[in-house]
């Protein structure tokens, strides 16, 4: 049995269907979760369920304090607080043994997250929270251009389409949310690194707040990025729109053909001088292809998909399209680290 514990119910909807998803399965113990001292009117906010009504529902103990928590000894956390917390969270998780999952982001300024790179050991999981990794067009597409289905990759357009996030007052809060750009980031640029493979060296960026006052931050960004190899990413950000579909739109240029994916009933639609193909019908779940995958990591050390250093990169390359726009320039991405 693994037993694997809940801190946070910030996250909402991830907080509670990553647990409902792990409580079904045979070889897993709920052993415990913790609200982080809210109230239950804030836990309701985020994640329609009282604290104590989750616990009732997962016959698990309910505890108020994380410390309180990791005291139990479980032998894997889920990270699912507000984004600021999530990197000193996982360091002390980290410290005493426990193998962690990070709801996305781990974190949307280097400085929240950089310690953690003293904790790591070979023997513990950290894996990062990112679910379109784990989406079937997108883990079709990226399988597609590994193996050389359109040849070199020499540009890539990702399009995320996403409410914004402000019925929660702390997402609202940039100080503690990271904003649009610092909670969908990882979205844009960890999936253009993982698909392509290749990092942003240079980028622009101009955005603005255009449909959601409540959040004093950039609502609509787009950002140029150029791969080092002088390849090229566009990445757009809608989160003031107020429709959510397409959810996310991505379009691969190689030098053999082109490869798309849209959040619609197909995975992709590859298209070249063979002619037009449709993929398979989608049916995804990606909140268990997440918590399948964090168990895989845990059991077989299997390699995080998405790891603190992709997570690195991410906040780095959040900091220079924030830098960009102060500017009004190009800027380099310094994201090894």
Same mark, same amino acid.
């Given at each position: 049995?693994?037993?694997?514990?809940?801190?946070?119910?910030?996250?909402?909807?991830?907080?509670?269907?990553?647990?409902?998803?792990?409580?079904?399965?045979?070889?897993?113990?709920?052993?415990?979760?913790?609200?982080?001292?809210?109230?239950?009117? =804030?836990?309701?906010?985020?994640?329609? /369920?009282?604290?104590?009504?989750?616990?009732?529902?997962?016959?698990?103990?309910?505890?108020?304090? =994380?410390?309180?928590?990791?005291?139990?000894?479980?032998?894997?956390?889920?990270?699912?607080?507000?984004?600021?917390?999530?990197? *000193?969270?996982?360091? %002390?998780?980290?410290?005493?043994?426990?193998?962690?999952?990070?709801?996305?982001?781990?974190?949307? @300024?280097?400085?929240? /997250?950089?310690?953690?790179?003293?904790?790591? $050991?070979?023997?513990?999981?950290?894996?990062?929270?990112?679910?379109?990794?784990?989406?079937?067009?997108?883990?079709?597409?990226?399988?597609? /251009?590994?193996?050389? &289905? *359109?040849?070199?990759?020499?540009?890539?357009?990702?399009?995320? #389409?996403?409410?914004?996030?402000?019925?929660?007052?702390?997402?609202?809060?940039?100080?503690?949310?990271?904003?649009?750009?610092?909670?969908?980031?990882? =979205?844009?640029?960890?999936?253009?690194?993982?698909?392509?493979?290749?990092?942003?060296?240079?980028?622009?960026?101009?955005?603005? #707040?255009?449909?959601?006052?409540?959040?004093? +931050?950039?609502?609509?960004?787009?950002?140029?990025?150029?791969?080092?190899?002088?390849?090229?990413?566009?990445?757009?950000?809608?989160?003031?729109?107020?429709?959510?579909?397409?959810?996310?739109?991505?379009? @691969?240029?190689?030098?053999?053909?082109?490869?798309?994916?849209?959040?619609?009933?197909?995975?992709?639609?590859?298209?070249?001088?063979?002619?037009?193909?449709?993929?398979?019908? $989608? #049916?995804? +779940?990606?909140?268990?292809?997440? %918590?399948?995958?964090?168990?895989?990591? *845990?059991? #077989?050390?299997?390699?995080?998909?998405?790891?603190?250093?992709?997570?690195?990169?991410?906040?780095?390359? /959040?900091?220079?399209?924030? &830098?960009?726009?102060?500017?009004?320039?190009?800027?380099?991405?310094?994201?090894?680290?």
């Amino acid at each position: 049995m693994i037993r694997i514990s809940l801190a946070g119910f910030s996250q909402g909807y991830y907080a509670v269907n990553y647990m409902r998803y792990l409580s079904r399965l045979k070889d897993i113990e709920i052993a415990g979760i913790c609200d982080m001292g809210k109230d239950e009117k =804030y836990v309701m906010e985020c994640a329609f /369920i009282s604290a104590k009504d989750f616990a009732g529902e997962l016959n698990t103990a309910l505890y108020h304090s =994380y410390e309180e928590l990791l005291e139990k000894k479980p032998d894997a956390v889920l990270i699912c607080s507000e984004t600021k917390e999530h990197g *000193i969270m996982a360091e %002390m998780a980290l410290k005493k043994g426990i193998h962690v999952f990070v709801s996305k982001p781990l974190g949307f @300024a280097y400085e929240h /997250i950089k310690n953690l790179k003293s904790v790591l $050991r070979k023997d513990l999981c950290l894996l990062c929270g990112n679910p379109l990794k784990y989406e079937q067009g997108i883990v079709e597409l990226h399988d597609l /251009i590994k193996n050389g &289905e *359109i040849g070199v990759v020499y540009s890539i357009r990702i399009m995320l #389409n996403h409410l914004a996030m402000t019925r929660q007052e702390w997402e609202r809060d940039k100080s503690l949310s990271g904003g649009p750009l610092g909670t969908y980031g990882v =979205y844009l640029f960890d999936l253009a690194r993982w698909l392509t493979g290749k990092s942003i060296g240079r980028l622009v960026a101009t955005g603005g #707040n255009y449909a959601t006052p409540q959040i004093e +931050d950039y609502d609509t960004v787009k950002i140029l990025g150029l791969h080092e190899d002088n390849t090229q990413c566009l990445l757009e950000l809608y989160s003031g729109i107020k429709h959510d579909y397409p959810f996310i739109q991505v379009e @691969a240029i190689g030098e053999k053909g082109t490869l798309i994916t849209k959040y619609d009933n197909y995975t992709l639609v590859g298209q070249s001088e063979k002619g037009v193909r449709f993929g398979a019908l $989608r #049916n995804t +779940d990606m909140t268990a292809g997440e %918590m399948d995958h964090f168990l895989d990591c *845990i059991k #077989n050390r299997k390699p995080e998909r998405c790891s603190y250093y992709d997570m690195v990169y991410v906040v780095k390359c /959040i900091e220079a399209a924030r &830098e960009s726009m102060r500017q009004g320039s190009f800027v380099d991405v310094e994201w090894r680290d």
